[in-house]
């Protein structure tokens, strides 16, 4: 059984950055869709980005884009998502997951998910 390692998170004020990785053990990532969520306490897991397996192509949720930016490193097996200008309700616990399909924005498309790593944008 693979694994997924979500980290990078903490707490930053805001208008800061973060970036936050998604390691793989046991899995390529070349081979899957990789997309990042988030869970605010109270609200549903939120799509915020993914990244095709076949062509780097990319999609945003409407609140993150501009803002954040996914990519992943085929040699270090990682996917990363840069968040700039943060903001107090980009507070969240974020996780990634794979997809062995074209990406897509539903949660309930993704095979397997990493832990999370809480994100708080507080001044």
């Known amino acids: 059984q693979g694994q997924l390692v979500d980290s990078g998170g903490g707490l930053v004020q805001p208008g800061g950055s973060l970036r936050l990785s998604c390691a793989a053990s046991?899995?390529?990532?070349?081979?899957?869709?990789v997309g990042w969520f988030r869970q605010a306490t109270g609200k549903e897991r939120e799509f915020v980005a993914a990244?095709?397996?076949?062509?780097?192509?990319?999609d945003y949720g409407e609140s993150v884009r501009g803002r954040f930016a996914i990519s992943r490193d085929y040699d270090k097996n990682t996917v990363y998502l840069q968040m700039n200008s943060l903001k107090p309700e980009d507070t969240a616990v974020y996780y990634c997951?794979?997809?062995?399909?074209?990406?897509?924005?539903?949660?309930?498309?993704?095979?397997?998910w990493g832990q999370g790593t809480q994100v708080t944008v507080s001044s």
């Open positions: 046991g899995r390529t990532l070349s081979r899957y869709a």
């Open positions: 997951a794979l997809r062995d399909e074209l990406w897509s924005r539903r949660p309930a498309d993704y095979d397997y």
């Open positions: 990244i095709s397996r076949f062509d780097f192509s990319t």
